[in-house]
């Protein structure tokens, strides 16, 4: 049986400033990633057929990032069981608050999992994927751990150096 990974879609190759966050946490977390460019109204064969394959390669979660109309994470999870995590990205003349509502806004039975708009989305999007194939993988739930005593650490870290400043 082939390792996990996760299915990175995003509608467009110019989200990539925004969706590489997610690639970042993946790589760094030693999770398996594909990345695609595949739009669910300009390429609608073309994202069915990828998102058919990659789920019966194995494929564990779908990362699902699109602006504007954001349609795209709705037709991942109507294409599939798998969990899908949909991002809304920021563009367009209302700065992603269309997509958000694209992205959140799934009819009963098709759910999408909607993270912030955005690059920080992004990152938790890579972060919840991650979490998801951890519940399968106790070597990723360490690195996991790791990762976030590594966060609490540096937090920490600033709090002394603050502290030492204003002493």
Do not use: W
Request: proline share 5%.
């Amino acid at each position: 049986m082939s390792k996990p990974f996760v299915a990175i879609l995003m509608g467009s190759d110019s989200d990539l400033p925004k969706v590489q966050a997610a690639i970042d946490v993946l790589k760094k977390l030693n999770v398996g990633v594909e990345v695609r460019v595949h739009s669910a109204h300009r390429t609608p064969d073309a994202t069915h057929e990828y998102v058919k394959g990659a789920d019966q390669r194995g494929c564990a979660a779908f990362i699902a990032c699109a602006g504007m109309a954001a349609h795209l994470a709705g037709v991942v999870a109507s294409l599939t069981i798998k969990p899908v995590i949909g991002v809304p990205i920021d563009a367009g003349p209302l700065n992603g608050m269309d997509a958000l509502l694209s992205t959140a806004q799934m009819p009963g039975g098709i759910p999408v999992a909607t993270v912030a708009i955005g690059k920080a989305g992004a990152k938790n999007a890579g972060y919840l994927a991650a979490q998801i194939i951890a519940l399968q993988d106790p070597d990723l739930a360490e690195r996991l751990r790791g990762d976030r005593k590594a966060n609490a650490d540096e937090v920490l870290a600033k709090n002394e150096a603050l502290q030492e400043t204003l002493a």
